[in-house]
Every structure is written in C-alpha cells, then in structure tokens.
C-alpha cells in the first residue's frame, strides 16, 4: 500500500478525535500522538495512554519494523513479574558469580531474575493495543523528526505527517552540556543460543557474571542462563569504549566453552548482539517543544548496569499521566544525587581503569549478600546497606576516581567564575573609546 493510501486509510478508520487536523501534499492527517518507534518504550508509552485517558485519543505507532521477530532480550531482577507469567521465557531463582578466586551460589529472594523474549512481548502488546480502536500501527521508516509553524511532524518519504504530540523513540539526539564530569563506554554483548548433546546446566541456577575470561584491559564477562538441563544462553560481554569484531567475540566464546565445560558437544540454535550506552550524560526529554524523547535515546538505561526495562515501565507510567493532565515533562525515573554520584565513579573507573572491574565486581558479589546488591543496584537501599556494600570494596580506584573528579569540578568552577569576572569587567569599563589617527 502507498503511504498516501496508508494515510487516508488511516484517517477514514480513525474515531474522531481532539487531535491536530492539517493538510500537507494533499494529505490529512488527524491524530493526537504519533509515537515514532514502535518498541520496547513506545508500545509501554501507548497502552500507558490508552488505560489513563478516558478521552477518545487517537495514537498512531510507526515503526521501519512490523516487530514480529526476537529482536531483543530483556532480563531484570523484580519482586514481582510486571506482566502474566506466559511472556516470561524462563526464571531463575538463584544466581551464582564467577571468579578466578572462586564461584559464589546465592539464593536471591525476595527477587527472581527473569527473562522476556521480545517476539512474544510484541505480540501480547499489540494484541492488547489492537483492542482498543485508539491506536494503529504502520510500517514505515521515518526519515526526521521536526516541528515548524504548524505543529510537530514525522517525515516520511518526504511527506509530513502531524499531530498534536510527537513521542520520538528512534531519532538519536546530543545530550545536553552538564558541570559534572561525564563518561561514556558501551556495553557491548553477542548471545550464543546453544543446545549440548548431554546433561550440563543446572536450570534453577543462572550465572550473572562469569570473569573467568580474559581481560584484556576491559571489564569482561559471561552470562550462563540455562533453561534446562540441554539448553542454554551463554553471552560475552564487554564494558569498553571501543567494539571488537564477530571473529573476536566468536574465539572468546569458544574458549569459555572449552575451559568451563570441556568435552561438552554442543551446537549454536541462534546467535543475538548489540550494544547498550553505557553514560551519566543527561539527554533532552524534549527534542522540541512538542516532541518528546523517551526510551534509550532519552537516558532512561540505569549508567552503570545497561539495564532499562523496568525503569521505562515505571517511566511510562509517568508520562502518561503527566500528558494526559496536559501538564510538563522533564524528569526522568527519580535518581537520588548519590546515586548517581556512585554511577559517576564506577564509569570512570570502568572507562579510565576497566581491567580494575574484575577485582571490583568480585569484591562487591563474594562478600555480600546478593539480595542486598540487587536492592543497590535498584536504588532502592539504604545508606547503611550501602555503608555495607562500600566497606569490602577495594579503594584505590575510588579514591582516584573521587579526586580526579573533584578537581574537575573546582577547575570547571574557576574557569565559569573567571569568565564572569572578566564579562563584568568589560560591562563595567563600557565600549571603547575610537582613537582618531592622522597623516601627520
């Protein structure tokens, strides 16, 4: 179908609705939202509005992608599944940890670490968007982002198709200047999908980090998440600030393979890779003053973790119903200053220093509890969990990483002070005088 045809399909099919009304190259288009990115936190953002306003909203998704495929894998730890239990791929009620010291088993109640595969999350959110006559999907990829005169748009094929909002998901933004120093590295993974010839995994037991690879002056490690006893998802993965190469990622994998379960035949069902920004730099929540970033492109992913999927869930939540009440969006999922404090550290550490993560993480999983690092790493704990957590840790790099910072923050200070001084001064002294010049 044409995208003109798409278009007035769209409008035909579409209730009326309180939303923008413009014609552009003989199209009318009429929505409330156009949500530009039909994955993970745009889908979560439209049944979000669809529950709170009790408003006829219209809201069209539009996404390059028909989303029918495991094009993702989202794990989190969580008290309780946000979603029916049928989406969960697998859970695990224990985790262990990996070092060249030894490897730690740990029960994590009141937690379960759980996995979604993206193809059956797709499919349960479109079939609950689908019942509601408010939302349609259209396959299309966006070209830009904008809004003029007239009001926001998506450009598609030339073509600008309007509402009264725009919610961007898909169109990469700069993040915005800050005082504080700022890192940024990736986390960068490839997932092995494997299935052995004989008995291996233990099914109830998943393996969160696994160091026992090599380093090579980066933070690397193993995921070991094992469905049952023949089948499993083995992952490398990597905080550095440069990628590697499919050969690389393919050795490591194979090594691991051979040192931690010799003799083991095995064959690779499926292969997933991609890369999560790993940064404190604070992104725009507003591209424009009525187009709005969410998602990864946002900041929404937690710094220092690359985990995002409960907090887009929870973030949803928000914006729904801060534009449902017509109201400003500016804050993220709440961070509390010294968490992000700690997140700032550990960044430098692991951008400046990254072979120093494999003592770092040991320290942190061989003498706590893991529930307790959970609740950490969730924000959630309190300052004498964290006093408890911080005491085992090694201080060197910490104490590096606090002084460093430290006195980039003084000289950024000095430099803004200086600035000012010398603007005043220019104020004060006023416009120069002209100097008259003669031949003689």
């Known amino acids: 179908m044409s995208l003109t045809n798409t278009a007035k399909l769209f409008f035909n099919n579409s209730p009326k609705s309180g939303g923008h009304c ?21 889908m979560t953002l439209a ?74 999350w797709y499919a349960y959110m479109k079939a609950q968007l689908q019942q509601s006559e408010q939302v349609t999907f259209i396959t299309q990829k966006i070209d830009d982002i904008g809004e003029d005169g007239i009001s926001p748009y998506v450009l598609i094929d030339s073509e ?10 898909c169109i990469r933004v700069k993040p915005q200047a800050s005082t504080n120093p700022s890192f940024f590295l990736w986390q960068h993974f490839k997932g092995y999908w494997i299935e052995t010839d004989t008995d291996t995994f233990e099914p ?44 690389e990622y393919d050795y490591a994998f194979r090594e691991y393979m051979a040192s931690h379960y010799p003799g083991v035949s095995y064959q690779v069902n499926e292969v997933e890779k991609g890369k999560i920004p790993m940064t404190n730099r604070t992104y725009p929540r507003y591209y424009s003053p009525n187009v709005i970033n969410i998602g990864t492109i946002s900041g929404v992913v937690k710094p220092t973790t690359g985990y995002a999927f409960l907090r887009i869930q929870e973030e949803s939540q928000i914006i729904a119903q801060k534009l449902v009440r017509g109201e400003s969006i500016h804050d993220h999922v709440a ?24 003592k770092i993480f040991s320290s942190l999983f061989h003498n706590n509890p893991i529930s307790r690092i959970l609740t950490f790493l969730s924000e959630q704990s309190y300052l004498k969990q964290e006093a408890l957590i911080f005491l085992f840790l090694p201080k060197a790099p910490f104490l590096h990483a606090l002084a460093d910072q430290s006195w980039l923050i003084l000289k950024e200070k000095l430099r803004n002070t200086f600035s000012n001084i010398s603007m005043n001064k220019k104020k004060q002294s006023g416009p120069k005088k002209k100097v008259m010049s003669y031949p003689f």
């Not at 969580?78 to 262990?96: D, G, Q, R, T």
């Not at 690879?213 to 933070?219: I, V």
């Not at 499993?232 to 440069?242: K, P, R």
């Not at 509390?336 to 220093?353: S, V």
């Open 22 to 42: 413009a014609l552009v190259n003989s199209i009318v288009i009429k929505t409330d939202y156009i949500i530009a990115g039909g994955g993970c936190a745009g």
């Open 47 to 120: 049944l979000a509005l669809v529950k709170k306003n009790k408003k006829p909203t219209q809201i069209l998704i539009i996404d390059q992608e028909s989303k029918n495929l495991n094009d993702k894998t989202w794990c989190f730890w969580a008290k309780e599944f946000p979603y029916p239990m049928e989406l969960a791929h697998h859970y695990w009620e224990n985790l262990s940890f990996g070092s060249d010291r030894k490897q730690s088993f740990h029960s994590i109640a009141p937690y379960k670490y759980y996995m979604i595969r993206s193809k059956q």
């Open 160 to 169: 600008k198709w309007r509402a009264s909002k725009v919610i961007n998901s």
């Open 204 to 247: 109830t037991v998943g393996t969160l980090m696994d160091f026992r690879t090599e380093q090579k002056g980066n933070s690397r490690f193993f995921y070991v998440l094992p469905f049952n006893k023949r089948k499993a998802l083995v992952e490398y993965t990597i905080f550095s600030s440069d990628l590697i190469t499919e050969k």
């Open 335 to 358: 961070t509390k200053p010294r968490f992000a404090f700690y997140d700032r550290l550990l960044l430098q550490i692991l951008q400046q220093q990254g072979g120093k993560g494999k």
